[in-house]
């Protein structure tokens, strides 16, 4: 008569997680030397479907501290070493929408890696345009086209930012800019007076502009 089998108390997986601590810990490491060894972490950066090349992956420690920082290759992708813990990642490519993972626009609202000894290899970002900032000039109530307009800030990240364009014939504009806030100035001509947003004299009395990931319209001067 046969015996009836009894499963096993460790799993594979568990049982080499279990030999690998033994190895250290006969080798001379103890548990908390163990736990900061280098784990590898990779993954793959692109924009609508595009590899990305030379995006910088940025892993920031909870108060925002750069702890290590790579470059994504021609193919779009990466590979970095880092010890055990908690991250959050930012990836940034000019022409690009600065984004955190996974999919998140700002830091606070980002999820927060928690990279173990086993590594991970799916830390990817879909990159996307930076929003638009747009709005309409007139001088009297009539449109006013050669108006230079421009926006200058500060993005979600801290970084400094700005546009500049040219209004058209019929007086619209349409300035790139990353999510943020915004002072906006319209240019004057030979008629016309230069202004700040709202009717503002200066940058001081601007009314600033915020300035989402769908972008803000709307943002016109009828200028005297």
Do not use: C
Not at 147 to 171: C, F, L, Q, R, Y
């Amino acid at each position: 008569m046969s015996l009836p089998r009894t499963s096993r108390a460790v799993s594979v997986p568990a049982a080499l997680l279990l030999a690998v601590v033994l190895a250290l810990t006969a080798g001379g490491f103890t548990p908390t030397q163990a736990a900061v060894l280098p784990t590898a972490v990779s993954g793959k950066v692109v924009a609508d479907g595009q590899p990305v090349a030379d995006a910088t992956v940025a892993f920031l420690d909870g108060s925002k501290n750069v702890v290590d920082s790579v470059t994504t290759g021609a193919d779009g992708t990466y590979s970095t070493s880092l010890e055990s813990g908690s991250y959050r990642v930012r990836f940034a490519a000019t022409g690009y929408q600065t984004q955190y993972w996974s999919g998140k626009y700002t830091f606070d609202s980002s999820d927060s890696l928690t990279v173990l000894l086993a590594g991970r290899g799916d830390i990817d970002a879909s990159l996307t345009r930076p929003p638009s900032l747009s709005g309409h000039v007139t001088g009297g109530g009539r449109p006013a086209a050669g108006i230079e307009v421009t926006a200058t800030g500060t993005t979600e990240s801290g970084e400094p930012a700005s546009d500049t364009a040219t209004t058209d014939a019929t007086g619209a504009y349409r300035l790139t800019t990353p999510i943020g806030s915004y002072t906006v100035h319209f240019g004057g001509s030979n008629r016309l007076a230069s202004e700040y947003y709202q009717d503002a004299a200066s940058a001081e009395t601007a009314t600033p502009v915020a300035v989402g990931v769908n972008g803000t319209a709307g943002v016109d001067a009828d200028l005297a």
